[in-house]
């Protein structure tokens, strides 16, 4: 699985970007976004299960990203609204073969592929 992930930019507090990531092969993998501040750990940030109708976020982001999936066009996308600048990172895409629900799948070693990442900047 090849994964390629686009829609980083740069915005400021309060505003919106739609990412993507669009998958080669099967789209019948647990898909999961994670994000990477300079010097911080890759974090969790939303997955979505096969079908697309059971999500998980982390705290810092619910209520204002929402993950979703169209398996006939292979891709995943993650609407983030309401940034702020605790929102920079480098965001990424990734997928997992694990066959556990959803909300147990948080983690990077549980995740088999990752895509390259988009950088997402927010100014204040």
């Known amino acids: 699985v090849q994964l390629q992930a686009s829609g980083g930019g740069l915005v400021q507090a309060g505003g919106s970007l739609r990412l993507s990531c669009a998958a080669s092969?099967?789209?019948?993998?647990?898909m999961g976004w994670f994000r990477q501040a300079p010097g911080k750990e890759r974090e969790f940030v939303a997955a979505?299960?096969?079908?697309?109708?059971?999500?998980n976020y982390a705290d810092s982001v619910k209520g204002r990203f929402t993950v979703s999936r169209d398996n006939d066009k292979n891709t995943v996308d993650l609407q983030t609204n309401s940034l702020k600048p605790d929102d920079t990172a480098v965001y990424y895409c990734a997928a997992t073969t694990l066959g556990l629900p959803v909300t147990a799948l948080k983690t990077v070693r549980q995740y088999d592929y990752w895509g390259q990442g988009t950088q997402v900047t927010v100014s204040s």
């Open positions: 979505i299960n096969r079908s697309g109708g059971s999500t």
């Open positions: 092969g099967r789209s019948t993998y647990v």
